[in-house]
């Protein structure tokens, strides 16, 4: 079985269980099985994926060059959204309890989220 993305893949793709996960440079996050190729499901996020799925919390996370920040179910549905002040592009790490995400461009270098998607601590360079 074939399957097109809409847009270009930017990085790799995350698999959990029998379901591989990916999202791409148009804005669409897609689960696709891993035994036939076959679509799961599709969805159209704030901007552009530019690095890969994080598993996190039993759910997805995905960031988008645009500084937002998406938490999805395994099945596709959003569980919380967050905008950081930045450009995201390297895939976040969990860390305990913690996302912590990088941060190009913006006001803060790292920022951690809780599992809620609320902001437990952030890195600002030293002036």
Do not use: C
Request: aromatic share 8%.
């Amino acid at each position: 079985m074939e399957h097109t993305s809409p847009g270009t893949i930017w990085s790799s793709p995350l698999v959990v269980g029998n379901t591989l996960y990916y999202g791409d440079f148009s804005g669409t996050a897609s689960a696709l099985s891993v035994k036939d190729g076959s679509p799961q499901w599709t969805i159209d996020l704030a901007g552009p994926v530019t690095a890969s799925a994080t598993s996190f919390n039993d759910g997805l996370i995905y960031v988008m060059e645009t500084g937002d920040i998406q938490a999805l179910t395994l099945d596709g549905k959003k569980s919380w959204s967050h905008t950081i002040n930045g450009k995201l592009y390297s895939t976040p790490a969990v860390v305990g309890d913690r996302l912590v995400v990088p941060v190009t461009q913006g006001d803060t270098l790292m920022v951690a989220l809780n599992a809620n998607g609320n902001e437990a601590w952030s890195f600002v360079m030293p002036k």
